[in-house]
């Protein structure tokens, strides 16, 4: 029989939320020892998260910079049937294959893939190859897990990276183009330009079900690369996902009270409640993680979730309207009007930082669905 492995700290998950805090670990509490253990055979799994500028402070870009593959310092563009616009904010782009490179590199043989935990509790990891480890502290970092308590939209995706024959032409990202066709909730086409000739065209859905029709979602992928007149020569990448964009539910279900084990990332709800987008609470957690004593986490890491709950009531009330307001194919006018917008007001709503006034701005105006069926929305959904 193995003898069982020990550490400090055993992370379970090697993700985005799971990697940042295993480098943050390495960088700010050396004397920490710690094991971050993976199912699969890569960390980080096939993902492209990516983040404006302002989305990390810049005391704390020390943990994410070095993961960065693209950077573009030009800003953004948005597309709408009504309205363009070309937003400053510079924008960055992390690949999974640079996480799983910085993880190996940083860590060496306390980076375990592979391993699959079939039971976890405070401080112990059993493995399903047999092995096991004992620890002070032990953090579930496996992804979403069980979201029956919550009441979810769903943000889906299908997004290719091509080769093309010819310069594409594009100078900087395009993070909304919904001059396309809406189907199935609104419908957006996402462009990052790794090179002159290289493209990622990311196909997005904010639908009612996380159903992906990847075949079709393809073809519409290549038949929008057609309409751009990009003649493709191969393709490089290929990526999905469906990530849940949270607009109720019960907190103390979808995490007990009595449940022993600490807990990051999305598998605690620490995630944009509107848009699924988890990179800029990922760096604040793991950062917020080194400062914890090792014996409290269960109690600090549910603590600090019950709190991000709180403060996204107002996100899940955008989704209230968004998912029960707005007819599918004129979602796309919330959005519309939201790029309207001041700048600032944008990129705190990214970082999950919106102001009162900013809130106020959000919601006043001549509304963009109606009045009678967002009340409905927000009657017929709690928080």
Not at 217 to 242: K, S
Not at 294 to 309: E, I, K, M, Q, S
Request: aromatic fraction near 10%.
């Amino acid at each position: 029989m193995n003898k069982p492995l020990s550490c400090d700290l055993a992370i379970i998950g090697g993700g985005l939320a799971g990697g940042l805090i295993a480098l943050a670990f390495a960088e700010r509490c050396p004397d920490v020892s710690l094991l971050l253990v993976e199912r699969d055979a890569v960390f980080g799994g096939n993902h492209l998260w990516s983040f404006f500028d302002g989305d990390v402070p810049d005391a704390d870009r020390w943990l994410v910079d070095p993961l960065v593959g693209h950077r573009w310092a030009e800003g953004h563009d948005v597309r709408f049937p009504t309205h363009r616009r070309t937003l400053v904010t510079p924008y960055n782009s992390v690949p999974s294959a640079r996480l799983d490179a910085r993880l190996r590199a940083v860590l060496g043989d306390r980076a375990i893939t592979g391993a699959e935990a079939a039971a976890i509790s405070p401080t112990h990891v059993q493995l399903a190859d047999g092995r096991a480890i004992n620890a002070r502290a032990v953090i579930d970092a496996r992804g979403g897990g069980d979201l029956s308590a919550l009441r979810c939209g769903w943000q889906k995706f299908v997004g290719s990276a091509l080769r093309l024959e010819h310069p594409h032409g594009l100078t900087r990202p395009v993070i909304m183009d919904a001059t396309v066709d809406q189907i199935d909730g609104y419908r957006f086409v996402y462009l990052l330009p790794f090179d002159e000739r290289t493209v990622f065209i990311e196909d997005t859905y904010y639908s009612d079900s996380p159903a992906l029709d990847e075949a079709a979602i393809d073809a519409r992928i290549a038949g929008y690369a057609a309409a751009q007149d990009w003649r493709i020569e191969a393709h490089v990448h290929r990526e999905t996902g469906v990530l849940p964009v949270v607009y109720g539910g019960d907190f103390d279900r979808f995490w007990p009270k009595d449940d022993p084990v600490a807990r990051a990332g999305v598998r605690g709800g620490l995630f944009h409640p509107m848009t699924g987008y988890s990179l800029p609470d990922a760096v604040a957690f793991a950062l917020w993680m080194t400062q914890q004593p090792l014996d409290n986490l269960p109690a600090a890491t549910r603590g600090r979730a019950a709190v991000h709950w709180r403060k996204g009531r107002y996100y899940r009330l955008l989704g209230k309207m968004l998912f029960g307001a707005a007819e599918p194919d004129q979602r796309y006018r919330i959005f519309q009007r939201f790029y309207r917008l001041h700048a600032p007001l944008i990129d705190r709503f990214y970082g999950g930082q919106s102001t009162a006034i900013d809130r106020l701005s959000i919601l006043c105006g001549r509304p963009p669905v109606p009045i009678r069926g967002a009340m409905r929305a927000i009657m017929n959904h709690s928080a």
